[in-house]
C-alpha cells in the first residue's frame, strides 16, 4: 500500500540558509500535519492543512511558512536557520481532519551546522 | 489539554502479554483514547483508539477504565519487534477543537528474549 513520502530523507544546511521540506500525503488522503522531533525528544505538532486550508498552528516559529497545495502535497519552508532547528521533521496525512488514524511519513533529518 | 501520564519505562520478556497503563483523569466526554507507538528511528504508527468499550485488533487490545480516566494497553505476545515508545494520547474527532496529535513523554518498552 502507498505510504507517506517525504523528501528529503536527510538534508545538511548552515546557520542562516533555508530549507524546504516536502511531503506527499497517501492518495485521497486530504488532511496533512506536521511534526517537530528534536534529540531525545517526542514529536511536537507544528501545523496542519485540511483541504488546502491551515486547519491548526502549533509551536512553529515565525521563520517557518507552510502551505498544500492542489494535488494535497505539501511543503515547509525554514528560513534563518538556528542550530536548534536541527531535528527530525515528520508529516501525516489522514483521510479528514477527524479520521482515527494518522500516518506517518519515514521523517526528514534536518542538520544544521 | 487533557494530560496522560504514563510511566517512563517497561520490561517485558519475549512472548510474554505486556500491560502498559495510561492515566488520564482530566478526560473529557468527547476525548477519545489513543494509542501510538514509534519504533527506532521510525514514524510514529497507529495502533488503537477507543472511546468507551474495550476493543481489539490484530495488533493489541485496549482496556478502558468504567469511569474512563484510565486505560491499559495490551500486547498479548511481547515480540522484539515491539520494543518503541508508546504514547497514550487523547483526541478528539468532531466539533470544536484540534486534530492533531499532542504527544507527551510515553512509555519505553524494552524487550528481553
Known amino acids: 500500500a502507498a505510504g507517506v513520502i517525504q523528501s528529503p530523507r536527510h538534508l545538511i544546511k548552515e546557520k542562516r540558509e533555508t530549507a524546504t521540506l516536502k511531503c506527499y500525503p497517501i492518495?485521497?488522503?486530504?488532511?496533512v500535519y506536521w511534526y517537530q522531533q528534536g534529540p531525545g525528544q517526542d514529536p511536537q505538532f507544528l501545523i496542519s492543512f485540511y483541504e488546502k486550508m491551515q486547519s491548526d498552528k502549533g509551536s512553529i516559529p515565525d521563520r517557518f511558512s507552510a502551505q498544500q497545495f492542489s494535488d494535497y502535497h505539501s511543503e515547509l519552508n525554514m528560513s534563518s536557520l538556528e542550530l536548534g532547528d536541527s531535528a527530525l521533521y515528520f508529516c501525516?496525512?489522514?483521510?479528514?481532519?477527524?479520521?482515527?488514524?494518522?500516518?506517518f511519513g519515514p521523517g526528514t533529518r534536518l542538520t544544521v551546522t | 489539554d487533557a494530560k496522560t501520564t504514563q510511566p517512563n519505562s517497561m520490561e517485558s520478556n519475549e512472548e510474554e502479554p505486556v500491560h502498559l497503563p495510561c492515566n488520564h483523569s482530566t478526560i473529557s466526554g468527547t476525548d477519545y483514547i489513543h494509542w501510538y507507538r514509534q519504533l527506532p528511528s521510525q514514524g510514529p504508527e497507529y495502533v488503537i483508539h477507543g472511546l468507551t468499550s474495550n476493543v481489539n485488533n490484530r495488533m493489541a487490545s485496549l482496556a478502558i477504565a468504567e469511569d474512563r480516566k484510565s486505560s491499559t494497553l495490551i500486547l498479548h505476545r511481547a515480540t522484539l519487534r515491539d520494543a518503541a515508545v508508546y504514547y497514550c494520547?487523547?483526541?478528539?474527532?468532531?466539533?470544536?477543537?484540534?486534530?492533531?496529535?499532542?504527544f507527551g513523554k510515553g512509555t519505553k518498552l524494552s524487550v528481553i528474549p
Open positions: 494520547i487523547l483526541r478528539v474527532h468532531s466539533g470544536a477543537g484540534s486534530y492533531q496529535l499532542t
Open positions: 501525516a496525512s489522514s483521510p479528514g481532519q477527524g479520521a482515527y488514524e494518522q500516518y
Open positions: 492518495p485521497r488522503h486530504d488532511t
